[in-house]
């Protein structure tokens, strides 16, 4: 199985994952991005911070971007 690594990237600081997930897809991986940017930026609001302007990048494991995930585009808008 593949291993995927999900930086979080504010600005211009990245907090590395430098240990990786094994994931049996980019998909899964995607999946997996989106969970994590809803569970920081609820963490984030819980303290009074907007971190929507955050992004994680997935990566592989030579460190190439295989996917962008920004967190704006993780919340679902209700009308």
Do not use: W
């Amino acid at each position: 199985m593949p291993r995927f690594y999900f930086n979080v990237i504010s600005g211009a600081a990245t907090v590395a994952d430098l240990e990786g997930t094994e994931l049996v897809s980019l998909e899964d991986a995607r999946l997996e991005a989106v969970q994590d940017a809803r569970a920081l930026m609820s963490q984030a609001v819980l303290s009074g911070r907007d971190i929507s302007g955050r992004k994680i990048h997935i990566c592989d494991e030579e460190g190439a971007v295989l996917l962008v995930v920004p967190f704006i585009e993780t919340i679902k808008r209700s009308e």
